[in-house]
T-cell receptor, first 109, second 114 residues
Framework: RKEVEQDPGPFNVPEGATVAFNCTYS??????FFWYRQDCRKEPKLLMS???SGNEDGRFTAQLNRASQYISLLIRDSKLSDSATYLC??????????FGKGTKLSVIP | GAVVSQHPSRVICKSGTSVKIECRSL??????MFWYRQFPKKSLMLMAT?????????EQGVEKDKFLINHASLTLSTLTVTSAHPEDSSFYIC??????????FGPGTRLTVT
């Protein structure tokens, strides 16, 4: 089983749509969780951390279910500028991050 | 804050030559720096972790004699790809961390070996 699994997509959605990404991780001892955004041929950039209680940042909502080892990202009112690859990232401790392969999102006019 | 730079952003070299990539944390001191590699349509793969003043820790399958890492100061780490081959062509990204919580990524270096 891969350490961090994501649906690779692509997700093609119209502007204004709501889209949800899911991620599962295998290491039950993982300590912290993140969603990164990566634009084509660019470095990953931190979108948001994911907390057990769930957290929201504008149009973005992240949730964590430790029992199921499951992380989600919800994007509401999609914008063209949201088109990117979204990476689920898990920190198993000792600084090391494990990246999922990413889910590609294309927001269509 | 938390800006990480990489140089060069793009490099083309011939097989058999060596290439050095620099990673700098511009506005913070990075106790730990990481080097990743990303092939097209693949996820980032950690190559090695380096702490200032000590030897880098390499991930399984990464040749330490081929990918030389020097973390000379709290703001600079270098990755040297020695005797480069076409299969080393990839996107190399560094990240820097001052705590165990977040990593800040450099803009990456695209290496093409001809």
């Amino acid at each position: 089983r891969k350490e961090v699994e994501q649906d690779p997509g692509p997700f093609n959605v119209p502007e204004g749509a709501t889209v949800a990404f899911n991620c599962t991780y295998s290491n039950s001892a993982s300590q912290s969780f993140f969603w990164y955004r990566q634009d084509c041929r660019k470095e990953p950039k931190l979108l948001m951390s994911v907390y057990s209680s769930g957290n929201e940042d504008g149009r973005f909502t992240a949730q964590l279910n430790r029992a199921s080892q499951y992380i989600s990202l919800l994007i509401r009112d999609s914008k063209l500028s949201d088109s990117a690859t979204y990476l689920c990232v898990v920190n198993g401790g000792s600084y090391q991050l494990t990246f999922g392969k990413g889910t590609k999102l294309s927001v269509i006019p | 804050g938390a800006v990480v730079s990489q140089h060069p952003s793009r490099v083309i070299c011939k097989s058999g030559t060596s290439v050095k990539i620099e990673c700098r944390s511009l506005d913070f001191q990075a106790t730990t720096m990481f080097w990743y590699r990303q092939f097209p349509k693949k996820s980032l793969m950690l190559m090695a972790t380096s702490n200032e003043g000590s030897k880098a820790t390499y991930e399984q399958g990464v040749e330490k004699d081929k990918f030389l890492i020097n973390h000379a100061s709290l703001t600079l780490s270098t990755l040297t790809v020695t005797s480069a081959h076409p299969e080393d062509s990839s996107f190399y990204i560094c990240s820097a961390s001052a705590t165990s919580y977040e990593q800040y990524f450099g803009p990456g270096t695209r290496l093409t070996v001809t």
